[in-house]
């Protein structure tokens, strides 16, 4: 495992971190998600990223069973908050009730004191930022959140958190956007506004929701047992790759990386890893796994440098379907 510090902070993160989204307490069972987190500790990875609202706060406490008995301060533990986690109308938005509380919430199921990483899981434009940003303050104050980030926040925003930051010595490190070898929206605006306020880049989906590790077939049904045919996940895989799953002209392109991959020496998958880890802004892309092999595959990923050849064959097979539009971001 290799690490990079995380923006202009002193935080150190494993280049593969391992995430929690729609599998630890709903797609595989909890036995499966400890076998799987004990794979990722065995791969070097450090860095755990989770948030309430995953399997409707279930992840959470899997991920804290899970690392029980491990040594805290060896780990880099990431939650967020924001999104809907009760009926209330207090339960959810990034008012300073819903933080605080919020923030107690999720260290009771992580079964620890602190969190290294506070995201604000989206922007909430209902709450002034000035608010949001004192409780993620008096967070960090108290002790219970060591570094804030955001996660889809566009570049316009993330400069006037920064701003606030500053003036209230806050550590407002880390942004958490969706990235990969098709989806580069971040590129033109978030990535340089966060590189000028010192924000590290932890990417989540660097595999397309499973695309680009090549296991979907043009002219043929998703295969059993993939993410794109679980009760849970095919929802999520409809709203943010649906797009590409049902164009043949996609799913041909991805087929034509694998000897691209195979000329590197890796699997379609740690391309397609290795690729968002050759961004220097970057500094961890976030894996998920419903398997332990997965884990181990993917993690091999980290320390894997591209020269400037395999690069550019990547984009000349994926050119007509990259998605570069800023305003997508979020």
């Known amino acids: 495992m290799e690490f990079r510090t995380l923006g202009g902070s002193g935080l150190v993160l494993s280049e593969i971190s391992y995430g929690n989204w729609i599998t630890h307490g709903a797609q595989v069972d909890e036995d499966t998600a400890h076998a ?16 309430d609202v995953y399997s409707e706060t279930r992840a959470e406490s899997v991920l804290g069973k899970a690392l029980a008995g491990e040594r805290r301060e060896g780990l880099v533990l990431a939650t967020k908050v924001c999104h809907p986690v009760g009926p209330g109308p207090n339960d959810r938005g990034l008012s300073r009730k819903h933080i605080i509380e919020g923030c107690e919430a999720s ?7 602190y969190v290294d990483l506070y995201y604000a899981h989206r922007h909430d434009p209902a709450v002034s930022l000035e608010e949001t940003m004192l409780a993620f303050a008096d967070l960090v104050r108290a002790g219970k959140a060591l570094y804030i980030g955001v996660s889809e926040w566009t570049a316009d925003q993330i400069t006037q958190a920064a701003g606030l930051a500053r003036e209230l010595r806050v550590p407002l490190v880390a942004s958490q956007p969706q990235y990969s070898m098709l989806w580069r929206v971040v590129e033109s605006e978030v990535v340089p506004a966060c590189d000028r306020e010192g924000l590290g880049q932890v990417v989540w989906s660097p595999l397309a929701q499973g ?10 049904r998703p295969p059993a047992g993939s993410r794109a045919t679980d009760p849970t996940g095919k929802g999520f895989v409809d709203a943010l790759v649906g797009h590409w799953l049902r164009d043949d002209r996609v799913l041909r392109a991805v087929q034509e990386l694998k000897p691209v991959a195979a000329d590197a020496g890796l699997t379609l998958s740690q391309l397609s890893i290795a690729w968002v880890l050759q961004n220097p802004s970057v500094t961890s892309a976030i894996i998920g796994a419903s398997r332990p092999e997965q884990v181990k595959e993917n993690a091999a990923a980290a320390g894997v440098r591209l020269d400037e050849g395999i690069l550019a064959r990547i984009d000349a097979v994926l050119a007509d379907h990259i998605e570069r539009d800023p305003a997508r971001t979020g």
């Open 107 to 113: 260290l009771r199921r992580l079964n620890t004191g």
């Open 211 to 220: 695309i680009l590790t090549g296991k979907y077939l043009p002219g043929t």
């Open 36 to 51: 799987c987190v004990r794979a990722a500790l065995d791969a070097g990875i450090t860095s755990f990223d989770t948030a």
